[in-house]
C-alpha cells in the first residue's frame, strides 16, 4: 500500500481584488465538498492551515489584499521552510503576491526560486497600465518587481522571481501593456497556439526546465480560467479555446514526483458559475494528478 502524502491547504477567500464576488467562495467551498474529500480516500491527508478573508476593518482594497497576502505569505514561508507541500486556495489571483513573496522569503538565503504561470491571461498590469483597476491583474507584474510598492515589497524589497526562470503557459487573452513589459523583460510565453502544436507535455517540460535553471526549486500557479470554459466553466473570467482538463491532469503527474516544486496555487474558482460540478471535480482531480501522479 502506498504511504500517505500529506498536503497542506491555504484559503485565500477573497475575490476583493477581482471583478465580482463569485471566487470568494471557492475555497471554503472546496473545503467542504464531498467530491474533495475523496482525495483522502485517495491517500492524501488534507491539512487546512489557514482561511483569509477581506474585513470590514480593511480601509481599502488594497489595505486588504495587502493584509490578507501578508498572512499568506507567512504561512507558505513557514510551510516551505519545514519542507511541507502546500497548495494555496483563491480565490482572485492577487493571492498569488502573497503565495510566492512567502516562498521566496523561505528560500531567499538558498538561492532564486522559479516559477510555472499557467492562465488565460498574463496578469501583468501596473497602476499606471490596467483598464480596470483590479489587482487581481497585477500580480505576476508584482512578483517581477513591477507596480505598486506595498505589493511589490511585501515580506521582502523588490522582485520575487528572475525573469529567465518563469515560464507562461494558455496564454491567449491580454493589453498590449502587460505583453511590452513581459517583452521588456524578456519572460517566456507561451501562448495556446504553441500549445496545441507542440502538446502540453512538451510545453510542461520546458517550462520546468526554464523554473529548474540555476534555481533551488520552483512555484506553480493554476488560474484556471487558464483551461477551457467546456471543461472547467466554474470561473469568473472565461476565455474560450483553452486548456484541455483531462491533458492537464494528465501533463501534472509529471509534478507529484519532482521534489523540486515547493507548491502550488490553483485560483479564480466560482463555484456559483460551476456546471454539474465539472470544475470541482477537475480540481480534485488536478490535486490528485500534481500530488499522487495519478
Not at 491555504?10 to 464531498?34: E, T
Not at 491527508?45 to 499568506?72: E, G, I, M, Y
Not at 500580480?139 to 507596480?147: D, E, F, R, T, V
Not at 510565453?189 to 507542440?198: F, P, Y
Request: hydrophobic letters at 40%; proline letters at 5%; glycine letters at 10%.
Amino acid at each position: 500500500m502506498n504511504a500517505q502524502k500529506d498536503l497542506y491547504f491555504i484559503n485565500y477567500a477573497s475575490s476583493i481584488a477581482g471583478p465580482g464576488p463569485g471566487c470568494g467562495d471557492g475555497p471554503l467551498f472546496l473545503q467542504h465538498s464531498s467530491i474533495f474529500a475523496g482525495l483522502a480516500q485517495s491517500g492524501i491527508v488534507l491539512h487546512w492551515q489557514l482561511t483569509t478573508t477581506p474585513n470590514v476593518t480593511d480601509s481599502t482594497k488594497l489595505a486588504s489584499v495587502v493584509r490578507q497576502c501578508t498572512q499568506v505569505a507567512d504561512e507558505v514561508a513557514d510551510l516551505v521552510r519545514h519542507k511541507k507541500f502546500f497548495i494555496t486556495l483563491g480565490g482572485d489571483h492577487s493571492c498569488a503576491i502573497g503565495t510566492w513573496s512567502g516562498a521566496k522569503q523561505a528560500l531567499q538565503e538558498k538561492g532564486p526560486l522559479g516559477f510555472i504561470w499557467i492562465d488565460a491571461h498574463m496578469d501583468s498590469h501596473t497602476p499606471q497600465t490596467s483598464h480596470t483597476g483590479n489587482i487581481h491583474g497585477m500580480p505576476l507584474a508584482c512578483l517581477l518587481g513591477q507596480g505598486e510598492p506595498t505589493l511589490v515589497n511585501l515580506m521582502s524589497p523588490g522582485a520575487k522571481f528572475k525573469p529567465e526562470n518563469i515560464c507562461l503557459i494558455g496564454i491567449r487573452s491580454f493589453e498590449a501593456e502587460e505583453a511590452a513589459l513581459l517583452k521588456k523583460l524578456n519572460v517566456r510565453i507561451i501562448n495556446m497556439n504553441e500549445v496545441k502544436q507542440r502538446g502540453l507535455v512538451d510545453v510542461i517540460a520546458e517550462a520546468i526546465n526554464i523554473a529548474t535553471t540555476g534555481t533551488v526549486g520552483y512555484g506553480l500557479s493554476i488560474d484556471l480560467d487558464g483551461i477551457d470554459p467546456a471543461d472547467a466553466p466554474g470561473t469568473d473570467v472565461a476565455e474560450p479555446d483553452g486548456l484541455s482538463g483531462e491533458e492537464l491532469c494528465q501533463a501534472a503527474q509529471v509534478f507529484a514526483k519532482d521534489t523540486r516544486l515547493v507548491g502550488a496555487e490553483i485560483a479564480e474558482f466560482d463555484p456559483g458559475r460551476d456546471q454539474e460540478q465539472k470544475t470541482e471535480k477537475l480540481i480534485t482531480k488536478l490535486v490528485r494528478a500534481m500530488v499522487l501522479g495519478k
